[in-house]
């Protein structure tokens, strides 16, 4: 399962690198779309996958019988989540922007003035 | 006592909170704003005295214990930060009444204004890696739509590269914290320390260390991460610029200052070679690529970028001497380059331009502002009996201690061709006759500057000269500053509590 998520964490990244560099502004955004999503990921399994049960402690108990998982990198990417979902609806806004008033979305077709 | 802490981030919310209540007075708005700001300057200032008295204050929030829960840490350092912040927050506040349109005004700058002093306060006194990654962000959002605000084509084209290498820099520092917690478990930063001290394969960090000096680099402008400043620092209102230029960059500097002492340069390794490399390229192509310039908002920007290279050089000394070096360079840089900024946006106003071509004859007809420039101008530049003198004297004297001659005569070198940069400035905006194709431009432009931009420059301005004269007693708060980074013991004794 790691093996999978990290070749899928590293597509991921290759893709949002790739888009980043392009003159398009619309698959910058993507393309940092792709690096969070990548990022996430990455935090998320960094905190390692494993078989284990819910980080709960059951009931008139005051340590977990069985060996529980870390809940902590779940807390962060859902952190994180929210901080970017947040950048990037304020990105997409100023996307649009942008075009708007330069009238192009190609970052080539801008001069200096 | 330790509650105080918390006043630093809860003074900004409430501006923020108390100014949304404030709907159709803008007069309500702007008195809230100047006065939460100069509120968060006292806390700073009785912060400072106290953590300088009683050593370390440490709170956690919450009462849940570290390394569980958040924790707040003032060491010297970050109470030194905390003060300029607080300095820098007053004084453009002040600096926007007279500079800011209503419009502009009416689009909540004063609570946005006081989120990214929240998000700054915030990042120095966080003792957490995730906690500290959060404040970037709350930071990060205030300065994206402080960029914007207003709307016009080259702010947007600005905000654009600045929001995009910003996001980049936030996603390799959150996968740095993420990869560190996978090695280490976790995230509060004293623990970290004491973790990574008596991990035997502690070098398996090294890559979030690579992380993270990218992710702090990218923030802190640094060769060879620092383009986007001067394609987007020039765009937004000056007193916008201003703060930018005073805050953002030294809260990057700021973070790996922290970071590197107190986890990775005790590791071994490569930082301290990386560190002066850096600095020694920083402080060369910031000051050969401003003085090509002519506008002066470009100049005083790539300006940013080689103070920079002197810190980041005092951080590579890794002597007590350079880090106090660093610290007392960044105050007197926070200080000095806001100053420069706001004079800058003076003379915009009475000209109605910032290029140098079309400006001249300053000094004959407003000879005050010639003087408050060339205060500012000669600090960075390093004369003395100014602020910038000494700083750069620190560093300059520790790095022939540590014996690192060649970078060290490169500071000076820069220190000269900055001297260059300001007297073009002097000769072009000051003393040349004003040019005559110019005098449609004037046409635009103000008779005179309100005392609302000349107030803040004058504090800025007698703090650069205080700073240079008593030189000795800033430079003591400097001096513990750098002796409690290099000895992590009682960071991290003081935040676990043992």
Request: proline residues 4%.
């Amino acid at each position: 399962m790691e093996i999978i998520l990290a070749i899928v964490i590293g597509v991921l990244y290759a893709a949002g690198v790739y888009l980043l560099l392009r003159r398009s502004i619309v698959k910058l955004i993507l393309g940092l779309i792709f690096f969070s999503h990548a990022t996430n990921l990455l935090v998320f399994l960094a905190g390692s996958l494993s078989k284990v049960s819910p980080p709960f402690v059951q009931e008139g108990q005051k340590v977990a019988q069985s060996t529980v998982a870390d809940p902590l990198p779940q807390a962060l990417v859902l952190t994180s989540l929210v901080i970017g979902f947040g950048i990037t609806a304020f990105a997409l806004v100023l996307i649009y922007r942008f075009y708007q008033s330069s009238g192009t979305v190609d970052f080539d077709q801008l001069k200096e003035d | 006592m330790e509650n105080l802490l918390m006043l630093p981030l809860v003074l900004p919310v409430l501006a923020a909170i108390v100014s949304l209540f404030a709907k159709n007075s803008l007069n309500f708005r702007k008195a809230s704003g100047v006065f939460f700001t100069l509120a968060q300057l006292v806390v700073a200032v009785v912060i400072l005295v106290k953590v300088y008295r009683d050593g370390i204050l440490v709170l956690h929030v919450g009462s849940w214990p570290a390394p569980f829960g958040i924790t707040l840490v003032a060491d010297m350092f970050s109470a030194i930060m905390l003060f300029f912040a607080g300095l820098i927050g007053f004084t453009v506040s002040v600096y926007a009444l007279g500079l800011m349109d209503e419009r502009r005004l009416k689009f909540h700058f004063y609570l946005l204004f006081n989120i990214l002093l929240l998000g700054v306060n915030g990042a120095f006194i966080t003792g957490d890696v995730f906690n500290l990654y959060v404040w970037f962000e709350v930071m990060l959002i205030a300065s994206f739509v402080l960029i914007t605000l207003g709307g016009e084509r080259k702010q947007l084209e600005g905000a654009v590269k600045y929001v995009t290498i910003n996001m980049v820099s936030s996603m390799l520092f959150l996968a740095a914290a993420g990869l560190l917690y996978g090695k280490m478990g976790t995230l509060n930063m004293a623990d970290l320390a004491m973790k990574l001290q008596n991990d035997p394969s502690s070098n398996l960090v090294a890559s979030s260390a690579m992380l993270f000096f990218i992710a702090f680099g990218i923030k802190a402008a640094v060769f060879p991460f620092f383009f986007w400043l001067p394609a987007s620092y020039h765009t937004p209102p000056v007193a916008v610029t201003a703060l930018f230029a005073g805050l953002l960059t030294k809260v990057g500097v700021y973070a790996m200052i922290r970071f590197f002492t107190l986890f990775f340069i005790p590791l071994g390794g490569i930082w301290k070679e990386l560190f002066l490399i850096t600095g020694g390229l920083t402080m060369l192509i910031g000051v050969f690529t401003a003085a090509s310039q002519y506008d002066i908002r470009r100049i005083l920007s790539f300006h940013i970028i080689s103070q920079i290279g002197y810190m980041i050089m005092g951080l590579g000394f890794f002597t007590p001497l350079g880090i106090a070096g660093a610290i007392y360079y960044m105050g007197h840089n926070i200080v000095a380059k806001t100053n420069t900024f706001m004079v800058g946006g003076m003379v915009s106003k009475l000209k109605g331009t910032f290029e140098l071509k079309s400006i001249g004859g300053l000094y004959k007809t407003k000879p005050y502002l010639a003087l408050l420039f060339i205060i500012p101008a000669f600090a960075l530049a390093g004369v003395p009996p100014l602020s910038g003198f000494f700083g750069k004297f620190i560093l300059v004297k520790a790095g022939f201690d540590s014996h690192h001659f060649f970078v060290t005569g490169i500071s000076l070198f820069v220190g000269l061709i900055t001297l260059f940069s300001m007297i073009k400035i002097w000769n072009e905006g000051f003393w040349k006759k004003q040019p005559e194709e110019a005098d449609e431009v004037v046409n635009y432009a103000e008779k005179k500057v309100g005392f609302a931009l000349v107030f803040p420059s004058v504090v800025l301005a007698l703090f650069s000269i205080g700073m240079g004269v008593a030189v000795g007693f800033f430079f003591d708060f400097c001096m513990t500053a750098a002796q409690q980074l290099l000895e992590p013991s009682a960071y991290i004794n003081a935040v676990l509590g043992k």
